[in-house]
């Protein structure tokens, strides 16, 4: 084989690796990971310094990172614009709006439509009732850890145990409360027990005071894609009643947006 395009595909090789790679640095901002140095990024990711840094360099070069005066590292503009033209592009929050709406307006509560990205939910749709708790902080992009919340369990509707430990890794899983779930035998049977009650349900997992529930969104070929949830103070909204009249009106809301976008239900329990 000639030796220049020998030279070529190892070029296209290393270009192609340094692509992964850069997409790591990228993936180890998260919510809670928001600033970090050369060391922490290295340390994260198992790589040298030295080759950390070149990296990074790169990814500023690029506007895909930036570096503060005290030499920490950040997601730059250019992840942001790429995230809302990603969110853009969705048809769900335009297609979904009608059926948030009509389910907050029912409810009195604030509603929200996500899909998961490996371990987190994204929220891709919502709408607000009276703000309060955690919902003034949450909007169209935020990401939380999907094992804490309602919505990523209804997202995680037919996954097995072996599913869970491939999605968040090795238990256990960082804790934020004590009710948090931290291995793939709870949060399976928060999974088991959501296809009994119809939909999943989180209390007092990722921040006390808040009770959600949410239901799962299926596509044309039955594939959970998203999942719609109803969000409330716990101090207000009991559980006997989020779960006698509230779940209802949430299942029947996710079911209709599920047949909006394709889904043919075949008298299944929960879908």
């Given at each position: 084989m000639n030796m220049?395009?020998?030279?070529?595909?190892?070029?296209?090789?290393?270009?192609?690796?340094?692509?992964?790679?850069?997409?790591?640095?990228?993936?180890?901002?998260?919510?809670?990971?928001?600033?970090l140095t050369l060391s922490e990024v290295a340390g994260l990711l198992g790589w040298s310094k030295p080759h950390t840094l070149r990296l990074l360099?790169?990814?500023?070069?690029?506007?895909?990172?930036?570096?503060?005066?005290?030499?920490?590292?950040?997601?730059?503009l250019f992840v942001l614009e790429l995230g809302s033209a990603?969110?853009?592009?969705?048809?769900?929050?335009?297609?979904?709006?009608?059926?948030?709406?009509?389910?907050?307006?029912?409810?009195?509560e604030t509603v929200n439509?996500?899909?998961?990205?490996?371990?987190?939910v994204v929220y891709v749709a919502r709408v607000s009732a009276t703000p309060?708790?955690?919902?003034?902080?949450l909007q169209v992009g935020s990401r939380l850890p999907a094992y804490a919340t309602a919505l990523g369990k209804a997202t995680l509707w037919d996954a097995r145990p072996e599913d869970l430990v491939e999605i968040f890794g090795p238990p256990p899983w960082p804790r934020f409360t004590p009710n948090t779930r931290v291995n793939e035998v709870q949060l399976f049977e928060d999974i088991r027990a959501a296809h009994k009650l119809g939909v999943a349900v989180c209390e007092d997992e990722l921040e006390?005071?808040?009770?959600?529930?949410?239901?799962?969104?299926?596509?044309?070929h039955g594939r959970v894609v998203a999942a719609m949830n109803m969000s409330t103070n716990g101090a207000i909204?009991?559980?006997?009643?989020?779960?006698?009249?509230?779940?209802?009106?949430?299942?029947?809301e996710a079911q209709a947006f599920s047949r909006a976008i394709g889904y043919r239900p075949q008298g299944k329990t929960g879908e």
């Open positions: 220049k395009v020998q030279e070529r595909r190892r070029e296209r090789a290393d270009e192609v690796q340094a692509l992964g790679k850069g997409l790591q640095i990228l993936r180890a901002f998260t919510g809670d990971r928001q600033r360099r790169t990814l500023v070069k690029y506007g895909f990172v930036e570096v503060d005066e005290a030499g920490r590292y950040h997601l730059g990603y969110l853009a592009t969705l048809r769900f929050p335009d297609m979904a709006e009608p059926f948030l709406t009509r389910l907050s307006r029912r409810t009195g439509l996500a899909v998961r990205d490996g371990p987190e309060r708790l955690l919902e003034t902080r006390f005071g808040i009770r959600s529930i949410a239901a799962p969104v299926r596509d044309e909204v009991p559980y006997d009643r989020l779960i006698r009249e509230l779940a209802p009106l949430l299942i029947t």
